[in-house]
């Protein structure tokens, strides 16, 4: 058996890239150089009745949205907006979920997204299996400014955001519903140099650790800091809320880095235009998460949060 984060590491490894791919496996997203002075992002993510959503609970709108809205999060976290997207179905035979109203339901849930920001749907694939439903998207997208944003550039020195509260989305449904960061990307695009940037689908721990691991740096994160939603309970020891923050994952929040030399002036444009953003760390040297408790105390932060085993 092995993780998704091992998996990864070993298709990287196999397989290099050739023009026009710039960046290959790894990332939030490929980038591709299309043409002199132009590059392009392609993201895709597949989404399964059962894992990512149930069926027996969720409508089919719902779950359309959701396969639509992860990959705007990942051209979110890569400083891009949507131009086109590609949506395939693989729809079990003789069930109910094969019904026109549906698939008239599901479609709907994804031109929710398209309308919102203002992108087309230009194709896919429909199959019809004796599995479960399973819905998969590309996109693509092009930068707000001039390059995509990735997820190997941070530097010692730089401040940590992220872009909002985290923990219990799963509970509360959240990670149905939530909006992808698009307008804050953009926002960010245009007011300061991101350094590294991915989106928190599996949880602030593993995703912390796969910025620090592909910028070939460490980071230190205040547990004071961190921003915990409403949707954990209150009636929870500190220490649990704080876990559920670390490692719920399907958050869809932003988390970058900037230099610290800026830092405090993001923060206060931020506060000037709404813009919620909390910095929560720093970036080091050396390799590893370090979390820091109000005493001043510091321990390892291990790598936890959701990953596919195989």
């Known amino acids: 058996m092995t993780t998704e984060l091992q998996f990864i590491r070993d298709l990287q490894a196999q397989f290099g890239t050739v023009p026009p791919v710039k960046i290959g496996i790894g990332d939030d997203g490929a980038v591709l150089d299309v043409s002199g002075d132009s590059e392009q992002v392609v993201v895709t993510d597949l989404l399964l009745d059962g894992v990512h959503f149930d069926l027996n609970v969720t409508s089919p709108f719902l779950a359309g949205r959701k396969a639509v809205a992860v990959n705007l999060?990942?051209?979110?976290?890569?400083?891009?907006?949507?131009?086109?997207?590609?949506?395939?179905?693989?729809?079990?035979?003789?069930?109910?979920?094969?019904?026109?109203?549906?698939?008239?339901?599901?479609?709907?849930?994804?031109q929710q997204m398209t309308d919102e920001f203002q992108f087309s749907l230009a194709g896919g694939d429909t199959n019809s299996w004796n599995g479960?439903?399973?819905?998969?998207?590309?996109?693509?997208?092009?930068?707000?400014?001039?390059?995509?944003?990735?997820?190997?550039?941070?530097?010692?020195?730089?401040?940590?955001?992220?872009?909002?509260?985290?923990g219990g989305s799963l509970d509360g449904g959240r990670h149905l519903t939530f909006m992808p960061r698009l307008q804050i990307s953009a926002w960010l695009s245009r007011t300061v140099e991101v350094r590294a940037m991915l989106d928190l689908s599996d949880g602030l721990?593993?995703?912390?650790?796969?910025?620090?691991?592909?910028?070939?740096?460490?980071?230190?994160?205040?547990?004071?800091?961190?921003?915990?939603?409403?949707?954990?309970?209150?009636e929870w020891s500190s220490d649990k809320r704080l876990t559920a923050a670390l490692s719920d994952g399907e958050d869809f929040e932003l988390l970058f880095s900037v230099s610290g030399a800026v830092a405090e002036t993001l923060q206060a444009a931020a506060n000037d235009n709404a813009i919620p953003l909390f910095q929560i760390g720093r970036v080091t040297t050396g390799s590893g998460v370090r979390l820091i408790d109000s005493s001043g105390n510091s321990q390892i932060l291990d790598v936890t949060g959701w990953q596919h085993r195989f």
């Open 205 to 234: 721990s593993i995703d912390l650790h796969r910025m620090m691991e592909a910028s070939g740096t460490a980071a230190e994160i205040f547990t004071s800091r961190i921003p915990i939603h409403s949707d954990v309970s209150a």
């Open 132 to 166: 479960p439903f399973a819905i998969n998207v590309c996109l693509t997208g092009v930068p707000f400014s001039g390059r995509p944003f990735l997820r190997s550039d941070a530097q010692p020195g730089d401040s940590v955001f992220v872009t909002g509260p985290l």
């Open 73 to 110: 999060s990942d051209l979110a976290a890569m400083g891009c907006r949507p131009t086109a997207a590609f949506v395939s179905l693989a729809i079990p035979r003789g069930r109910p979920q094969a019904a026109t109203d549906f698939l008239c339901e599901l479609y709907r849930g994804i």
